[in-house]
């Protein structure tokens, strides 16, 4: 192959070497042209490639679960507040508000839900992906079941949000039947009304409930999502 470029090279050489400068560019003009302009469309493309995937994927921040709720108007709106609640530069970080969880389980028989929602939930508590999730109430007692899915609430509010929260604290018990405070009960928050959020006929009429889900690394805008939320009461 070295060979032949090396041949090719010494031919096309010769063949300019009595050339004008001028008959030089018009015969690479008319014979290269084609194949200079595919080698900087190439060019162009392996630069965008590596620029993509070494700056282009952006760093995920807060990411909240919205569990058997459906959402009136574009959801990415909610992802969109509340990055800039939190203070990102969208370029470079973003916080999430996935409403992509219909879920069915013992007792509730949501005709929207799929196993990948199901398996997608409980693989993103497990991997750290998730640090909140809105559900119903009977969920959360059923995620209960199958494991210790939620820090104590205890353990993520502030001393001033506890005394504001706590006659709305519930509690829980794990798989090995240890009781904690897995979930705030925030259904009269009026963000669900002003942005549109609403149970599914499945679950229609129970409270919906914040937890916040164990190996979650944002604790501190776990912490301040509750402020978030507050931000609709006014």
């Known amino acids: 192959m070295v060979e032949m470029i090396k041949a090719w090279y010494a ?3 010769e063949k300019m070497e009595e050339m004008t400068k001028e008959q030089k560019i018009n015969y690479v003009v008319e014979y290269y042209l084609v194949f200079i302009i ?3 469309l190439l060019l162009i493309a392996v ?4 620029f993509h995937f070494a700056f282009g994927n952006k760093e995920q921040g807060f990411n909240c679960a919205l569990v058997n709720c459906a959402v009136e108007g574009n959801s990415i709106e909610l ?13 470079k970080k973003e916080a999430y508000f996935d409403p992509g969880y219909q879920i069915a389980y013992p007792g509730v028989d949501n005709e929207a839900a799929d196993n990948s929602f199901y398996e997608k939930f409980f693989l993103n508590i497990r991997v750290g992906v998730l640090d909140a999730a809105i559900m119903p109430q009977s969920f959360m007692e059923y995620c209960n079941t199958v494991g210790h899915p939620f820090y104590d609430v205890y353990d993520v509010l502030s001393e001033e949000q506890i005394k504001t929260y706590e006659p709305c604290f519930l ?17 009269k928050l009026k963000f669900f009304d002003k942005m549109g959020i609403y149970e599914v006929e499945a679950n229609e009429g129970e409270p919906l409930v914040l937890t916040f889900t164990y190996g979650g690394m944002n604790l501190e805008e776990s912490r301040r999502f509750l402020d978030y939320l507050e931000t609709f009461e006014e």
């Open 79 to 91: 992802s969109d507040g509340l990055t800039e609640f939190f203070g990102y530069n969208p370029k």
């Open 47 to 50: 630069i965008w490639f590596i």
């Open 11 to 13: 031919a096309e050489k």
């Open 38 to 40: 595919g080698a900087v």
């Open 171 to 187: 509690k829980g018990k794990d798989e090995d039947e240890k009781e904690y405070t897995c979930g705030i009960d925030i259904s």
